[in-house]
């Protein structure tokens, strides 16, 4: 395992000779993304960006890997222009693919009505979150979906991820009064 789901802190990391998996969690299976090999790399997303990484890098097939920790990786980005731009471009490029593939990681389920919703929505898209929207009033996959994770009509709108389900209101436990 290089990073996993959630891991703050990792290296970025060039392939010699090994294949690694690129591997999203969603409905509680794993789901290999991509699969990089040799002269390719993996890792730049999350630390050029500063989030948690949402996706899992394991080695599928033995070989070499060469790890460069963040405060190297960031000085090589600053001083070495071909390099960073080559990582840059590649960048983009991986950012618009995972917004697509790997959006089940991150998933918004509630009512298009809803400024809870809409709230949720917008601080995704705000920090360039990859998510998946669901509106429980036209999407039929959210039925199984709550059912699953046993929410009910008043749980929603949730976020969930592959290791929680985040509810918008937190609702405030008191203990009964004497009366």
């Known amino acids: 395992m290089l990073f996993a789901a959630g891991d703050a802190k990792y290296d970025f990391f060039v392939v010699v000779s090994a294949k690694v998996d690129i ?4 409905d509680d299976e794993d789901e290999v993304i991509v699969q990089h090999g040799p002269g390719r790399f993996i890792g730049e997303l999350n630390l050029l960006t500063g989030q948690r990484a949402y996706l899992t890098a394991r080695v599928a097939e033995a070989g070499e890997v ?6 190297d990786f960031r000085r090589l980005i600053a001083t ?3 390099l960073s731009d080559t990582i840059l471009a590649t960048l983009v ?3 618009n693919l995972l917004l697509e593939g790997a959006a089940r ?4 389920i509630g009512s298009r009505y809803s400024s809870e919703s809409l709230a949720m929505r917008e601080f995704l898209a705000r920090n360039r979150l990859p ?9 039929p996959d959210v039925d199984r979906l709550v059912a699953e994770f046993g929410l009910a009509a008043g749980d929603l709108p949730v976020v969930i991820t592959g290791t929680a389900v985040i509810r918008a209101r937190l609702r405030a436990r008191c203990p009964p009064t004497s009366g």
Do not use: S
Not at 23 to 26: A, L, T
């Open 23 to 26: 591997i999203g969690h969603f």
């Open 131 to 139: 998510h998946q929207w669901l509106d429980v009033d036209t999407d």
């Open 66 to 71: 060469i790890a460069i920790p963040p405060d």
């Open 93 to 95: 490029l991986r950012r």
């Open 80 to 82: 070495v222009p071909t």
């Open 105 to 108: 990681a991150v998933r918004v």
